[in-house]
């Protein structure tokens, strides 16, 4: 069955600090990965995807196959980078439905 | 493009009582899924569908609950009878082919049942 971990429920860092939040996940197989983010009062949205391999608002991402994680970074956190996220992954082909981790909530202390 | 749109964003109901969702996917989108979050979890796969298909309700409960995406019109998910264990927030996402696409979520429906 698949799987995302995270084991960490609250990252609370200061303004300037880096940022890893985790996620570990279990497949059989090669999944694809994401990271959602969801602002106070605002709705879920895509923050990246392994496969882009981009950099969004500061953000990475490495996939390791080896450790199994998506471990999201970011070398100086922002104020604005306070949010709850979610990695989720889903099967290359087929239905596509993503599988959640239960969330981390990153707090950015000023 | 308005978004995904969902209502009600709040819906109370009884013990017993209907619930029904809506959701309206994102202009020229036609795959839509739902997903269920309970308090302290993640969001859980219910079904996905396409215009006047069920493609896979892997993840809905056997009993009481349905979905449907009409030719016309928004995406329904009904909850039949419902229960205290059905209080949990319903998200909607669309996407333009499905397979391949990002999901756009909408704003959920939070629903308590009394």
């Known amino acids: 069955a698949q799987r995302v971990t995270q084991p960490e429920k609250l990252l609370s860092v200061f303004k300037g600090a880096p940022v890893e939040l985790k996620c570990n996940y279990s497949?059989?197989?090669?999944?694809?990965l994401f990271w959602y983010v969801q602002y106070s009062r605002q709705r879920l949205q895509l923050l990246l995807r392994?496969?882009s391999r981009e950099s969004i608002k500061g953000f990475t991402a490495d996939l390791n196959k080896g450790e199994t994680s998506f471990h999201l970074k970011k070398p100086f956190a922002q104020e604005e980078d306070s949010a709850m996220y979610y990695c989720?992954?889903?099967?290359?082909?087929?239905?596509?439905?993503?599988?959640f981790g239960s969330g981390t909530r990153l707090q950015v202390q000023p | 493009n308005a978004g995904v749109m969902q209502n009600p964003r709040h819906l109370v109901r009884r013990r017993g009582q209907e619930a029904r969702l809506r959701c309206s996917p994102m202009?020229?989108?036609?795959?839509v899924y739902w997903y269920r979050q309970l308090p302290e979890e993640g969001l859980k796969f219910m079904v996905y569908?396409?215009?006047?298909?069920?493609?896979?309700e892997s993840g809905m409960p056997k009993e009481r609950f349905s979905a449907e995406f009409p030719k016309e019109g928004p995406s329904i998910l009904r909850i039949q009878q419902v229960v205290r264990g059905d209080s949990a927030a319903y998200f909607c996402?669309?996407?333009?082919?499905?397979?391949?696409?990002?999901?756009?979520f909408g704003p959920g429906t939070r629903l308590t049942v009394l």
């Open positions: 569908l396409q215009k006047e298909n069920i493609i896979d």
């Open positions: 392994h496969i």
């Open positions: 497949y059989s197989g090669s999944p694809e």
């Open positions: 989720a992954l889903s099967s290359p082909t087929g239905r596509r439905a993503l599988t």
């Open positions: 202009k020229g989108h036609s795959h």
């Open positions: 996402a669309s996407s333009p082919m499905g397979s391949t696409d990002t999901q756009y």
